[in-house]
């Protein structure tokens, strides 16, 4: 067919046989009172230059990370993307593709999805990974479907040093699931394990944690994992929004984690006014059946030469068979956003990935130190941390904000807003994208508040 709108002759003969005569009677059905009898309020049409300096005027309010200098964090995270990996993931054979359901079609796009699962693997030390899901945020929600089963009841456990949204999504999800959640207190900005122990009992489905947490400490995930693991049934499932921290930190195989989920966007991929998003779920080979989303195979071609292929495979999903089945409602996943972060990583390599996760945590330990020494800012937990840390400040950080912004800089994340207990506290991330005199920039201009 012509990309092209319906001629009129077009529509009356659609209209003729459905016994309509005009489009007046195809929309009587529509109540008068919602029906718009005038047209609509739109300014004059423009000539495509004029439509684009329009946009650019407006696009221009906007401020990009070229022209600040940025030290919020909170979930989303700036790393220096590499040259190549825009310059593959944008090819046109990634960019236009869609669900690799003819595997004799889409070799390319699955091979790449398969390696993504293998990279997940090396980073989280477990032995599967889905193609990725949405974000990080579903990605925990999936992690607790698996551990709850086909029953689907139970408690969950988590930190109260998850990321606030993905609390928030999982609260939602336990609603209209039916299964309940209890949230854990911190001490010193990780996970009480007092708490821990004492809320963790034979009806305890899973346990969450952030690793490190949201507010960028470093859990004690050796003293949990027996706290988790006293009862057999229960999952351990260890979050990170931050995957820089894997080039530095044991991996969640290593402290004997059953399943690992978070978030990958900030491999290889822009921060994008905060998405898309990238999940990642990796678990023991035990889940392998009760894994959502897709997952690709490789195989054997029968008969010739038997090269190596690759499949979807174990699609456990609503789109295959009976929602009742399904173990996800979720039936898609990012690809092209997981082939820029496996771009990403196999550019890094495993030395690379430990420089990297270095740099942060020398230039953050650097920033901490320059903060903490003026007047009225201070450190508000002594636990260990990567590359955030949270400063106790002397003004609101509504007004700290505002005064940073007239140096072109984004300061960190209010805490207030989601921990009452914090309120006056801020969340400051530092990447290895900061220089040192990005830094000491920041810090002239906090001096200024302190003064």
Same mark, same amino acid.
């Given at each position: 067919m012509g990309y092209i709108p319906n001629t009129p002759q077009e529509q009356q003969a659609m209209l003729e046989h459905l016994g309509l005569r005009s489009m007046e009677d195809l929309l009587e059905p529509v109540p008068e009172e919602v029906r718009l009898r005038r047209p609509l309020n739109l300014p004059p049409a423009l000539a495509e230059p004029e439509l684009k300096r329009l946009m650019m005027s407006m696009a221009a309010k906007n401020?990009?990370?070229?022209?600040?200098?940025?030290?919020? +964090?909170? +979930?989303?995270?700036e790393h220096a993307i590499p040259s190549v990996v825009p310059h593959l993931q944008r090819r046109s054979e990634f960019v236009t593709s869609y669900t690799p359901y003819q595997p004799e079609v889409s070799q390319g796009m699955l091979q790449?999805?398969?390696?993504?699962?293998?990279? *997940?693997?090396?980073?989280?030390?477990?032995?599967? @990974?889905? @193609?990725?899901?949405?974000?990080?945020?579903?990605?925990?929600?999936?992690?607790?479907?698996? @551990?709850?089963?086909?029953?689907?009841?139970?408690e969950v456990v988590v930190s109260a040093g998850i990321d606030p949204q993905?609390?928030? *999504?999982?609260?939602?999800?336990?609603?209209?699931?039916?299964?309940? *959640?209890?949230?854990?207190?911190t001490e010193n900005g990780v996970t009480s394990l007092a708490a821990l122990e004492a809320a963790v009992g034979p009806e305890t489905v899973a346990v969450a944690i952030q690793q490190p947490n949201f507010f960028g400490c470093i859990e004690d995930v050796k003293a949990i994992e027996p706290l988790v693991h006293r009862h057999s049934r229960t999952v351990?499932?260890? *979050?990170?929004?931050?995957p820089a921290s894997f080039g530095l930190l044991s991996s969640p195989a290593e402290y004997n984690a059953d399943i690992a989920v978070g978030e990958l966007m900030s491999f290889g991929n822009p921060m994008s006014f905060g998405g898309p998003a990238l999940g990642f779920l990796a678990a023991r080979e035990r889940f392998l059946r009760l894994m959502p989303g897709r997952l690709v195979g490789q195989t054997v071609e029968e008969g010739g030469a038997k090269q190596t292929g690759y499949v979807l495979t174990l699609q456990t999903r609503e789109q295959h068979i009976r929602r009742e089945r399904a173990t996800s409602n979720i039936c898609t996943n990012q690809s092209l956003l997981a082939v820029g972060a496996t771009i990403y990583m196999a550019a890094l390599g495993k030395e690379g990935l430990r420089e990297?996760?270095?740099?942060c945590l020398h230039k953050a330990r650097y920033a901490q130190r320059q903060i903490s020494a003026l007047p009225g800012f201070s450190l508000a937990f002594n636990s260990p941390f990567f590359d955030e840390f949270v400063i106790r400040l002397p003004v609101s950080p509504t007004r700290l904000q505002e005064h940073l912004l007239q140096y072109d800089i984004i300061g960190g994340y209010d805490l207030g807003r989601d921990y009452p207990d914090l309120t006056n506290h801020m969340l400051f991330c530092v990447t290895e994208t900061r220089t040192r005199e990005d830094i000491d920039r920041l810090v002239a201009a906090l001096k200024e508040v302190a003064a």
């Open positions: 401020k990009s990370l070229d022209q600040v200098i940025s030290f919020l +964090g909170a +979930g989303t995270y790449a999805i398969y390696e993504f699962q293998t990279m *997940v693997c090396q980073l989280t030390g477990l032995d599967i @990974a889905n @193609a990725s899901l949405y974000d990080g945020a579903t990605a925990l929600v999936e992690a607790v479907f698996m @551990a709850l089963g086909p029953g689907g009841q139970g993905y609390r928030r *999504v999982l609260r939602t999800y336990a609603h209209a699931r039916g299964f309940s *959640v209890r949230e854990i207190a351990f499932i260890s *979050v990170t929004s931050e990297l996760a270095t740099l």
